[in-house]
């Protein structure tokens, strides 16, 4: 099982960002944080990274289920999109796959909870691998 969902996308950064947290928003999905990574480990470490932000991406009705099926999943919430520039200049969005956490918990209501989150963000991210920069 692949960690991550991850999709390129022709935007440039800025807009796959926003179309990003658009898309997350039409599937349920509430953007709770933003991390602009870049940013901050240049302030911090004075690193050079190119663009990078996490947006921490909850839908409540998930995150309820799935603490409801194992209490210490909290620690894997909200899920993690992180929308970047590769080496070669491309916009990158990944997300983790909600299934990776029935590697650590188990039972039939946290894969449930696990499957609908990984459908809902794989469609997020496919729109936006699928939309086209404006001209």
Do not use: W, Y
Not at 32 to 52: F, H, R
Not at 71 to 87: A, W
Not at 97 to 122: C, H, W, Y
């Amino acid at each position: 099982m692949d960690h991550a969902i991850t999709v390129t996308t022709e935007l440039p950064f800025e807009d796959a960002l926003q179309t990003t947290r658009e898309r997350l928003s039409e599937e349920g999905f509430g953007v709770l944080s933003e991390i602009d990574l870049a940013a901050t480990l240049k302030a911090k470490i004075g690193v050079e990274l190119p663009p990078q932000v996490i947006l921490g991406a909850c839908r409540p009705p998930l995150a309820h289920a799935a603490i409801e099926a194992e209490p210490s999943i909290g620690v894997f919430l909200p899920c993690n999109v992180v929308v970047r520039v590769d080496d070669a200049g491309r916009t990158v969005v990944e997300a983790m796959n909600p299934e990776f956490m029935t590697q650590i918990a188990s039972g039939e209501a946290l894969a449930a909870v696990a499957a609908d989150a990984k459908a809902r963000i794989t469609r997020a991210l496919d729109a936006v691998a699928a939309a086209t920069p404006a001209r």
